[in-house]
């Protein structure tokens, strides 16, 4: 394809094949765990960590990375106290991360930052050092998950029964968290911070209305993420559109389509019992 | 191995300010099931949760008596169906594998070992047919069956079950009940059964406790009235039957008497 003779689009390509795989790994864990509105949290409190970096003149990738990582972990304590109920705490917390770094943002004079690439995406614009930090911190994350994989999946499956067994399941909750903190900030300057969230459930929401096997819906999740993103990308690339929202648009459209072509399966939900 | 193989000594424990159990003492002899009856709030799940070192005790003491000498993974325990997550993409060869996981430890994947253990438990069970079926596509009596061969994967000596015959029809608690007894008899397992079916007390369980607060252990289960459970055993709707009469029946003002039928299931 032409359009990747270009080095901004073969970086582009990179960075999104490289997102390709590690978001939908999350994913599994983000949607069996039921973890989206916290993947919202976890989104809007990276733009304070972000507008941290920026007021403090640091790379704001790892400001957003403690940010994000911090609110998450903030989350989770307040909700597992259960003086107030998990999306209450998701409501408060990622508010306050916002206006932080609104206020930070107005604080700061000159502030270099894109801030609306950060918003909304722009995966035309990585640079070097910026395919080099996501390919870090998506070989943290899933190095991670393949050491922590069975844990993983008990937590997702039958959290009690791994206390049972001896496993440490609220640590590796919050281990979790830190990972999807850490795919939050990778994502974040491709896909948007508004728009990110969509990568932590589109891919396995859709590989799962077709698979019922934890290891056919991690391969399905991260093929449909491949496609969405080669394939939005060259959408936005042709028609001209924002690249992160054709992205999250492309993958939407392949859920939906999923959804409607396996309409007769049941979902899993209602197999139960007899 | 002489003496008993759990026994809890003037065990408390409460949530928050209020009591759930108070000064419980319970001797439990290795090769018995042992019924927990009581109300709903009673402190049943309480006691088995700390049986399984789920909570620990607010004061008191429980010991064991195990031939590994370690307390996990000799307890296999099943909890309610409540804290599953039914729509998890997961086959029931590897629900069967997690039983393992404790045993394996942190960084270590389940290998051939695990697997022929897994399904050598599927097999005593009776669902080894059923390995590659996802976990939400059975009956409640299968996907019960599937959480105890899970339990005994790692061969325990101790196997702990909360209300398992819930959502089982008479066939397969029956089913169950029969399986209950030849672990113990075959394997020489020590089983916790806790149960609302009052038919099943006196045919399986060699020891029975009563549980509302607090506990009170029977000998004879056959014979069972209890002062601090008398309100609950008063109103349960099955009659109990003594004896080796192997059905459960309802009462003749409330449609019986009426025999469970036998049809067994898949």
Redesign the interface.
Known sequence: MDIFHYIFMQRALFVGVLISVVCPVISFFVV??KLGFIGVGITHAAFGGMALGSFLGVNPVWTSVLFSGAAAIAIARVSRMRKVSEDTAIGVMYAAAMAIGIILIGLKKNYTVDLFGYLFGNILAVTKSDIISIAVMGAVVLLAVA?????F??L????????????PMTALYYFLLLLIALTVVMAMKVIGIILVSALLILPAATA?IW????R??IAASIAFSLFTVVAGLAASYYLNLASGATIVLTGTIVFLLSGLLNRKRK???S???? | MDGPIVTLENVSFGYGASPALEGVNIHIERGQVFGIVGPNGGGKTTLLKLVADLIKPSSGKITFNLKSGDKNPRIGYMPQYASVNWSFPVKVSDVILMGLYGELGMFHRPGRRERELAHESAQRIGIDELINRHISELSGGQQQRVFIARALAAKPEILLLDEPAANMDAAAQDMLYNQLEKLRDELGLTVLLVTHDMGVVPKICNQVACVNRIVEVHDKPENLTCPITKDYLGTQKEILLHGDFPHRMVRRDEGGPERTGHRHEH
């Open positions: 069996n765990r050491f922590f994989f069975k844990e999946l008990l997702c499956f039958d959290e009690e029964y791994g206390r049972t067994l001896g496993l799962q698979f019922r096997d934890f056919a819906v979902p899993a939900d197999n139960f019992a007899s």
